[in-house]
């Protein structure tokens, strides 16, 4: 059974930083993307980083750049998303997604969803 565990949010000061990490079971992590997504109320989800485990090549939306970054330790299965000087507009649920093979960081493509975690920066 696939499962992937988001962790590591939380409530945090704007400017501040936060690191996420996404523990992945029950597939050959190697062999997949791993991406993280959010989601804020009202808002439609979106891609934050993602990541192909095979070779370690990155994807960032255009507006996270700068602020993100992914990372995979596929010893542990698993990825890292490290947020820095946090806004309040990043305010969302952050979600943690497979899929098998690459991918363009875009949430249709992903198949397999973790649980979420909540990040909250406050102003």
């Known amino acids: 059974e696939v499962q992937l565990q988001a962790s590591g949010g939380g409530l945090v000061q704007a400017g501040g930083s936060l690191r996420l990490s996404c523990a992945a079971s029950g597939f050959t992590f190697d062999e997949y993307a791993i991406g993280w997504f959010r989601q804020a109320p009202g808002k439609q989800r979106e891609a934050v980083a993602c990541i192909s485990t095979s070779d370690g090549s990155t994807a960032y939306p255009y507006s996270m750049m700068g602020r993100v970054t992914i990372s995979s330790d596929n010893a542990k299965n698993t990825v890292y998303l490290q947020m820095n000087n946090l806004k309040p507009e990043d305010t969302a649920v952050y979600y943690c997604?497979?899929?098998?093979?690459?991918?363009?960081?875009?949430?249709?493509?992903?198949?397999?969803w973790g649980q979420g975690t909540q990040v909250t920066v406050s102003s």
């Open positions: 997604a497979a899929v098998y093979g690459l991918g363009y960081c875009l949430p249709f493509e992903y198949v397999y």
